[in-house]
């Protein structure tokens, strides 16, 4: 039995508004369905007035500004929460000191885990409320023993299942996504809005990393990691080039590496991996990304633990295919094989793993097997 915002009886929910549409109308939906509802923006920034006007985030003033607009319009109470301090050090904190290890981190799983769904959702749960509903494209299932799954949205294109897959069975108890339902494309949810008379019909989608406000990640981390020239090598260690900090680069990367010469058999070169020991960025072919294995640390299950070898398939991006896997639990780290190579894994990236369209849980990626080892 799939989970909707309409429950057996009326639920006190509050409503995480970003300022963007999905969250609006995921608000109304939950108000529409019966719920009583309250609307929260979270202000992320210790000083919200440094973002500019225009910023491709979700942590602007304006932002917070079309939240409380879009409350007004639904006809539900709404605040403003300050969680700048825990975002920084849960999320900005975490992400420069996993690109200053050599890491590529994901923020918005980051965010959902320690943000949304640890302070937000504990301080909810605090004052009373039993669940917090957010914009995520992604569908929760109740079986009949009434324990909850974490499944993929109806509409796969929009899926958003990915970065809610550090969700553990607690979170997902008081968890409410009702966009997920609904297999409806992103210019019908704006449609809906508009009928709504909510005015963020038509404004643009948040992308790019919301503390980012200009999307120039390698500016963002330089300012705050310090510039430090290294050098950039092939398999063999040949020196090829240098560049200004190992943090601007991530495995599988192609474009921006400034290498004069190129590869002896005139194909690209791709950034195998990354050193902070050395600050040396190690460079190769595309053959040699393919990943056969990789070993996970910090498993989060959506539910109970799976015991022994099994087989699923898993994501390893935000917006990546799925692909076949073996996986199992060995001494707390996750230790999965692919069914066919893959390329492109990072360190620090996450894994989720998926039966079918039901989320089993995910692990951050430590470590990596190639098919081919680089030098």
């Known amino acids: 039995m799939t989970d909707t915002p309409q429950r057996s009886r009326p639920l006190r929910v509050l409503a995480a508004m970003s300022g963007g549409v999905d969250s609006a109308v995921a608000a109304a939906r939950a108000a529409e369905a019966g719920h009583d509802v309250t609307g929260v923006h979270l202000a ?8 500019r006007t225009g910023a491709r985030g979700c942590c602007t003033i304006e932002d917070s500004r079309d939240a409380r607009r879009a409350a007004d319009v639904i006809g539900i109470p709404f605040y403003v929460w300050d969680l700048a301090d825990r975002f920084r050090e849960d999320v900005v904190e975490d992400f420069i000191a996993e690109y200053r290890a050599g890491r590529t981190p994901n923020p918005c799983l980051r965010c959902n885990e320690k943000i949304k769904f640890a302070a937000l959702l504990d301080k909810a749960l605090a004052l009373g409320f039993d669940a917090v509903c957010t914009g995520h494209y ?3 299932v109740t079986r009949p023993d009434g324990t909850r799954e974490l499944h993929r949205a109806a509409d796969l294109a929009k899926d958003q299942s990915y970065v809610l897959g550090v969700l553990d069975d607690r979170q997902l108890a008081h968890a ?5 339902d609904t297999p409806t494309t992103k210019e019908e949810i704006r449609a809906e809005a508009e009928r709504r008379g909510l005015a963020v019909a038509k404004k643009p989608d948040s992308h790019d990393i919301c503390f980012i406000a200009d999307g120039d990640t390698r500016g963002f ?11 950039i090598v092939d398999e063999a260690g040949n020196r090829l080039g240098t560049h200004e900090g190992a943090y601007g680069f991530t495995i599988g990367q192609r474009k921006g590496l400034r290498i ?3 590869a002896p058999d005139g194909k690209p070169r791709y950034v195998l991996d ?6 040396t960025v190690t460079v190769g072919p595309a053959s040699a990304l393919d990943v056969v294995a990789l070993t996970g640390i910090r498993p989060r ?13 898993a994501q390893l991006r935000a917006h990546g295919d799925e692909t076949e896997v073996t996986a199992e639990l060995v001494d707390g780290e996750l230790r999965v094989t692919f069914a066919e190579p893959v390329r492109g894994v990072a360190p620090g990236q996450a894994v989720v793993l998926y039966d079918g369209t039901r989320v089993v849980g995910s692990a951050t990626i430590a470590s990596t097997t190639r098919a081919t080892a680089a030098v």
């Not at 992320?44 to 973002?51: K, M, R, T, V």
């Open 44 to 51: 992320l920034s210790a000083n919200p007035q440094s973002f």
């Open 138 to 140: 992604a569908r929760i």
């Open 176 to 180: 409410m996504f009702p966009l997920g």
């Open 221 to 231: 981390l330089a300012k705050r990691l310090g510039r430090a020239e290294g050098d």
């Open 260 to 262: 004069g010469t190129p």
């Open 274 to 279: 990354i050193s902070p020991v050395t600050n």
């Open 301 to 313: 299950w959506c539910g109970p633990a799976p015991t022994g070898p099994g087989t699923y398939t």
